[in-house]
């Protein structure tokens, strides 16, 4: 098994459980470590035979605009399911921070894998 990453992609969305939070959008920075074989890619020098990281992000810059979550567990488990579905993910590991949330702390957020990991060959 070899990983895609995408690392600390900065995306702004509405979340959060106040009512001011509803009507403003807050910034989000997500890690996602992004399960594939990349050996056809790499043998091939193809694009099109491995995951496209630009094309991945992207969608979860789409993805945040579209949506609104109270709670930073429904936007990761709902783009984690939404990656899976849409590129052909068998597992991944996403990270979502929200800096600022917490005064004392430079992010909050949740760590979660979605998906069966395939055997390492």
Not at 18 to 28: A, C, G, K, P, V
Not at 47 to 57: F, G, K, P
Not at 77 to 95: K, M
């Amino acid at each position: 098994m070899d990983l895609v990453l995408i690392e600390s992609l900065a995306v702004d969305t509405v979340i959060g459980v106040y009512d001011w939070e509803r009507t403003i959008t807050q910034r989000l920075v997500l890690d996602l470590a992004l399960a594939t074989d990349i050996r056809p890619a790499a043998a091939d020098d193809d694009i099109a035979l491995t995951l496209d990281y630009a094309a991945i992000s992207e969608r979860i810059q789409a993805f945040a605009a579209a949506h609104a979550f109270a709670l930073v567990e429904t936007f990761a488990e709902h783009l984690a399911e939404t990656l899976r579905d849409e590129f052909g993910i068998p597992w991944l590991r996403l990270s979502v921070r929200k800096p600022g949330a917490v005064a004392a702390a430079a992010a909050v957020g949740v760590r979660i894998e979605r998906g069966q990991r395939p055997e390492t060959t």
